[in-house]
């Protein structure tokens, strides 16, 4: 059973829900950083603070910011036996800081999990969760600000990743359960 695993995807294609069952299922300790800063900044949190302006309109928070804060995170007791990423690293300069922060612990990553779906798919999640979650950054215009930003800033990851010999591909077609056997499978092939 890998211990460090990412998980990568586009917006919407259910990355978050499967991170979340496999953080119960198989108690690797998650950090979410969608998740994180959405708290931080509904708490009003110095953090929270510095990245409201980039989280409500889509845009990424800067590098240096994220980074320091999963830093802390990597470096703390909760993650030390293995962990789950999900939502960094978002850009190549985060997964170069990942891999410098890992050579320092003396650790590498196990494997990304990278979700795929169509299109049409992933954007008719996100419609529906905007509905039902509300959340401030699933208007339409804002959805498909992060598929662009998406698109140029962290699909170079896939190849980054590829490269290295880490990629497991899931198709994230299908209900949460039977996406959830095949992250089983990929992860214990
Ligand atoms: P999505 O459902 O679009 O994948 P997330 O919940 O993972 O979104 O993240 C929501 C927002 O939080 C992003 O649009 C971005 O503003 C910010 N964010 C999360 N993770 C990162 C990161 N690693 N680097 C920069 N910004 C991030």
Redesign the pocket.
Known sequence: MPKRIVVLG???VG??TQAKLLSERKRIPTI????L??KSIADGTPLGNT?KE??ES??????A??TEV?EEWLDSEEAKEGFLL??????IA?AESLEQILNRQSQKLDCVLYFIAPLDVVKER?FNRAKIEGRS?DTPELIEK?FS??RQQTEPLVEFYRSRGLLLEVDCTGSIEEVYEKVKSAICS
């Open positions: 586009p917006p919407g990355k978050g979410s950083t969608g998740d800063l959405r990245v980039y989280v889509g845009k990424l928070v800067p590098d910011v994220i999963v999900d939502g960094f690293p978002r850009t985060q996100l950054d992060r930003v998406y």
